[in-house]
């Protein structure tokens, strides 16, 4: 099972409407505010209208990111921890789970539950703290627009 899957498609369709209600929103406040201005009746602050602004900036982000696969990448000189950064970033926030390693098998939210970043996937277990090449579905373009509606 690959991206995006049932769970994937969800969260796109989610993360498209909150995008298009924050759109109409934010066009509405821009149609009628001045008139309600004019008329007394309650004007959006200006303040709000810049928060509006942002979080409409927001949500269209969070539907750019939900359509493209999860990947990092972490860029910096040798020896400045970007091993340690990463292996932090992937520890898991509860006994109950990884962040590593989803099996397709069992169905989401399935993980291997000890899967760890320090003993399965750092080299540390050959004896070398060396920085872990670690890229996994990395892409530029968005490959699935046409496969989430």
Do not use: C
């Not at 049932?6 to 821009?30: C, H, M, P, Q």
């Not at 060396?130 to 579905?137: K, P």
Request: net charge negative.
């Amino acid at each position: 099972m690959g991206f995006p899957d049932d769970r994937d498609r969800e969260i796109i369709r989610k993360a498209e409407r909150a995008e298009n209600l924050a759109t109409d929103l934010a066009n509405w406040v821009a149609e009628y505010n001045q008139e309600r201005t004019q008329k007394d009746l309650a004007p959006i602050a200006e303040s709000d209208e810049f928060e509006l602004t942002r979080l409409r900036r927001l949500a269209s982000n969070l539907y750019s990111s939900a359509k493209v696969p999860v990947a990092a990448a972490v860029y910096g000189p040798s020896q400045v921890g970007k091993s340690l950064f990463v292996g932090q970033v992937l520890q898991p926030s509860s006994d109950d789970y990884s962040p590593l390693g989803r099996d397709e098998q069992l169905g989401p939210p399935a993980y291997y539950q000890h899967l760890s970043f320090d003993y399965d996937l750092n080299p540390g277990a050959t004896g070398s703290n060396e920085a872990t090449a670690l890229v996994t579905r990395f892409t530029t373009k968005d490959r699935i627009a046409a496969s989430t509606s």
